[in-house]
């Protein structure tokens, strides 16, 4: 499994996040090639959806824009297996809420994921007490799937968290919705992390607000990776893809001095 032998010659890692669809699939297409290009270590894969619950305004209005512009399921599939037959070695993480799982269900969801490549799901919207099915599906395809922690989440959740994902946890930066910030709760998410290792060895990836290389350095200090989402969509949004590269590299470059 890619994302199992990544964590075991990697120290960090940069995780990057697209929309499949955004601004129009083709584009898209271009942009995850971009992000694999420059220096993304593990790809994360939108998957576009009505009610994005746990998104901001930026990440929002690409799940809008690729839905209008005929975005469905089998684009995600589409996307992922071309983008493997380039990119062989670096691991493919989709992230999509459960609904379009349930609705194309959930063993056909997986089968259909690892046939296209994709080595493992993020579902924000689905806690790990509901994740049984999911994670048996997961399980059976050689899917890897990763549930989400925050700075609220109790000792003994964190330590659920940690038993119930495979290979990597997700560390949410901060309450709230995705999109980037000036600044973050360091301190707090750094205590958190603290109390996830007394209880964890997995390795944790913060997501949630990092849009400038001095946030990657602060917090590659306590944890394996960051997320970079909603900055990267902006920019793919406003068709800067020199500027997106660039972002990229600087990024990549910061997480590599840990």
């Known amino acids: 499994m890619r994302l199992a032998s990544f964590w075991n010659t990697h ?6 996040y697209m929309m499949v669809g955004y601004p129009d699939y ?4 271009e942009v995850f090639r ?6 993304t270590h593990i790809l994360e894969i939108g998957m576009p959806f009505s009610d994005p619950v746990a998104d901001g305004p930026t990440i929002q209005q690409a799940h809008e824009k690729a839905l209008r512009g005929g975005t469905k399921l ?3 599939f589409e996307l992922t297996y071309q983008l493997r037959r380039e990119f062989p070695q670096v691991p493919f993480l989709a992230m999509t ?3 379009p799982v349930f609705r194309k269900g959930v063993e056909s969801f997986c089968m259909e994921s690892a ?9 924000p919207d689905l806690p790990f007490e509901e994740g049984r099915e999911l994670k ?3 399980l059976k395809h050689g899917l890897s799937l990763v549930f989400l922690a925050s700075p609220t989440s109790t000792d003994k959740r964190l330590k659920l968290i940690g038993d119930y994902s495979d290979h990597m946890v997700y560390f949410v930066s901060l309450t709230g919705t995705t999109g980037a910030r000036e600044s973050l709760p360091l301190h707090r998410l750094e205590e958190r992390l603290r109390v996830y290792r007394s209880v964890c060895e997995k ?8 849009s400038k290389p001095e946030q990657v350095r602060e917090i590659c200090r306590f944890a394996e990776g960051v997320v970079v989402g909603s900055h990267f969509v902006r920019l793919a949004g406003e068709g800067k893809l020199e500027e997106l590269a660039k972002s990229v590299r600087e990024m990549s470059r910061a997480v590599l001095e840990y």
């Open 11 to 16: 120290r960090r890692a940069l995780l990057s």
């Open 26 to 29: 083709e584009t898209s297409l």
């Open 34 to 39: 971009t992000l694999l290009r420059e220096g």
């Open 74 to 76: 089998a684009h995600l």
């Open 97 to 99: 809420y459960y609904n």
């Open 115 to 123: 046939q296209a490549g994709i080595d493992g799901l993020i579902v």
């Open 136 to 138: 048996e599906a997961c």
């Open 203 to 210: 390795p944790a990836v913060v997501g949630f607000g990092i």
